[in-house]
């Protein structure tokens, strides 16, 4: 199995681009929508407030996640995706790790997360990496379906 590198890339960046794309095209085709109508600025991601990862494997861009500010001390998780011939082989974990060390380096405390209920791999593999059910927030917090989470780093 070939090792995953993790960049940090733009969020506006042609590869990260690609990736979202592909995200919510996914998250449409889970929950018959457009896939997720949060209001996101490239520039929130950008350090020291957030930031864009790029996974590859075998230098093929195969998954993404990033994260913004969410107040003082907490980052909030978007954009995690991984391509349906990468799942499976460690992607999404190694990227929310480096998610994690990245907010934890910018001096977050806590990351917090929306998720839908449609999305059961990313309900379990949350689960399994220690984030436990918080209040809804956010863009789809009166959302049917909407699951939060978070974990402190």
């Known amino acids: 199995m070939s090792e995953i590198e993790i960049r940090t890339v733009p969020f506006d960046a042609p590869v990260a681009q690609h990736l ?13 929508s457009s896939g997720d109508e949060t209001p996101v600025d490239a520039t929130e991601f950008e350090p020291p407030d957030g930031v864009f ?9 195969v998954g993404c996640g990033g994260w913004r500010s969410h107040g003082e001390g907490t980052a909030e998780l978007k954009r995690m995706y991984t391509a349906p011939a990468a799942r499976g082989r ?5 990227v929310l790790a480096a998610v994690e060390r990245s907010a934890r380096d910018q001096g977050r405390k806590r ?3 929306e998720c ?16 436990e059910r918080i209040p ?9 379906g909407c699951i939060s989470f978070g974990r402190t780093l």
């Open 20 to 32: 979202i794309r592909a995200a919510l095209a996914d998250l449409g085709a889970r929950y018959h």
């Open 90 to 94: 460690g992607v999404a974990r190694t």
């Open 111 to 113: 990351v917090v997360l």
């Open 53 to 61: 990862l790029v996974a590859y494997l075998a230098g093929e861009p």
């Open 136 to 144: 809804n927030f956010g863009f789809y917090k009166d959302a049917e």
């Open 116 to 131: 839908g209920d449609k999305q059961p791999e990313a309900i379990a593999m949350y689960r399994s990496a220690g984030y």
